[in-house]
């Protein structure tokens, strides 16, 4: 869910989320009993929806470390390049398939809403989940059919 830039950047400071903040994934609940707890460790998500919104949630905050190990290791960088201008601003998750407590991969389209200095933008995407040693991790993004 990072977009990509032809120079890196200097590290921006992480977006200060408290656990009785709201979660940025956008479910109703504070960001210490939702997302926060898959990104301290204390929970992995069950499915491939839950890790898609907790990798928003990361995104978000910043949270490098989490996002990394989230990450399928056939696909994962080396680093995440954090826009220091650019801010998630709200997740839609549009549709899913498969990706529940029974399966091996799954999908989630969604639309992540950012803000870039005073400019509103919507990254569209179609991921795909696999597990990994047991977890739900990020694999790539499909293409999407616009309809064009």
Do not use: I, K, N
């Amino acid at each position: 869910m990072s977009r990509r830039r032809s120079a890196p950047r200097a590290a921006a400071p992480a977006p200060r989320l408290l656990p009785s903040s709201p979660c940025p994934c956008g479910l109703p609940a504070a960001y210490g009993d939702c997302c926060g707890r898959y990104h301290r460790g204390q929970a992995a998500a069950p499915t491939a929806e839950a890790l898609m919104r907790s990798r928003f949630s990361a995104f978000a905050a910043h949270d490098e470390a989490y996002l990394l190990r989230s990450w399928h290791p056939d696909t994962r960088p080396a680093s995440v390049d954090f826009d220091p201008a650019l801010r998630w601003t709200r997740l839609d998750v549009l549709s899913t398939s498969d990706g529940g407590p029974f399966h091996t991969e799954g999908t989630v389209a969604f639309r992540a809403h950012y803000t870039e200095g005073r400019e509103e933008g919507v990254l569209t995407e179609h991921s795909r989940f696999v597990r990994h040693e047991g977890a739900w991790v990020y694999l790539d993004a499909l293409s999407l059919d616009t309809g064009s």
